[in-house]
């Protein structure tokens, strides 16, 4: 990925260091060079406020500075900035620092005395890297709330759904993976007599009375393989003799990592010649 040269040239840059000739010679440097937004500190405790306050696309440290150096400048952006990319080129003197500096964090090192093109060229380099990184973060970002935002639409469907679901029910059910109701709304237990879980089959779920068990147990074999089943037709005789008929449906549910969350589903009560002669799977 390319950048173009306004890019470069107008990323932000900070300078750390205590000696005036330094700072006022790489000042010079990069602003003949085109650099449009060059700023300096000679007091190294500033330096992590600066940043966060501003975001540097580079900060050129020098490590030997009085009252703190370069080392313990780069312990406190590291622990005190939200910044996953530390974009700190060190200055330094000292061979022993370079390696050093890389392992606190550093991203390079520039050697003094200065190589005016070396350090041109290693500022140009950095800034390449450190753009294209602040690009794929908020790629990543904008990636990350498009996510949030579908979830959010999705839920919202879902809900919708649920809704014009209930309204075309006589009742509506939710249960989670062992089995245990969490939901139920509408009139389940004045319209079948006993409450959905005695229904199914599930612990505690109370006396069933005049139910077909060859249809109950049909129906509590798909729940059990997670099937999703339609209009599943059956009946029961209520305590007066008479006969009443019913059609329920229910899917399985299950969430982003495709495990097993439950079930849901409808339930209706039906004339007898609305009654289907064979359940659909």
Known sequence: MNFSTADILGASILIVDDQDANVLLLERLLREAGYTNVTSTKTPQDVATLHRQNRHDVILLDIQMPGMDGFEVMEILKAEVQDSYLPVIVLTAQPAHKLRALQAGAKDFISKPFDLLEVK?????????????????AHNEALE?????????????????????????????EQNESGSFTEVSGPVF???GIGMSAFLGQPNGGEVVGWNDAERAQLQ?????????????FSRVDASGSRQHYRVSGEPMFDEACRFTGYRGIGVEVGPGDHPQEPRA
Do not use: C
């Open 121 to 137: 060229t290693r500022i140009h380099n950095m800034l390449e890297v450190r753009l294209l990184h602040k690009k794929l973060a």
């Open 145 to 173: 709330q498009a996510v949030q935002e579908r979830t959010a639409e999705l839920r919202q469907s879902e809900e919708r759904f649920r809704r014009l679901t209930e309204l075309a029910s006589d009742w509506y059910w």
């Open 190 to 192: 004045e319209t079948l």
């Open 221 to 233: 074999a798909k729940i059990a393989a997670r099937q999703p089943f339609l209009d599943f037709a």
